[in-house]
């Protein structure tokens, strides 16, 4: 993987080339087809992506209810999380919408970066911070919304 790949992500913006050099040995790039699907609920957590181009869909499915689009990744984004965070499992699917290009990484890999090179290990997890703190205001805005909607629709008593 070049470092020019790396420098074109927000998640890196500001890293010296030292830095991505680093990176960059543990990034694998991947192309993505559209319908694709790049991990579902519950396989193993066990890549952190970031979408180079394309579009993907980030999707949940209750025990009890259909499956709901949870948010749409677009170029720069991150997703698959639940790797770096060193969970099991995924906690949603990733279906790739429009075909693409991405970046993988192994959660081992950047937590053992994170051990060996800590500044900057630091900065990617706080970046990481930032995109899910971002993504669950998002996602509580919209389960809000679907709770709304289910009330609504629901018969009066």
Known sequence: MSIDALK????????????????????????????????????????????????????????????????????????????????????SSAVCLDAGDALGLRGADLRRLCETQPETGVVILERLAEVIAQRLRSTHDQVVELLRLGIRSQPPG
């Open 8 to 91: 074109g992500c927000v998640l890196f913006t500001g890293f010296s080339d030292t830095q991505l050099s680093a990176l960059a040995e543990l990034f694998e790039g991947e192309h993505l087809q559209s319908g694709q699907i790049i991990f579902a609920q519950d396989d193993p957590a066990d890549r952190l992506y970031v979408l180079l181009s394309g579009r993907v869909a980030i999707r949940f499915k209750p025990h009890d209810g259909e499956t709901l689009t949870v948010t749409e990744i677009g170029q720069g984004g991150v997703f698959g999380w639940s790797a770096a965070l060193g969970r099991r499992s995924y906690t």
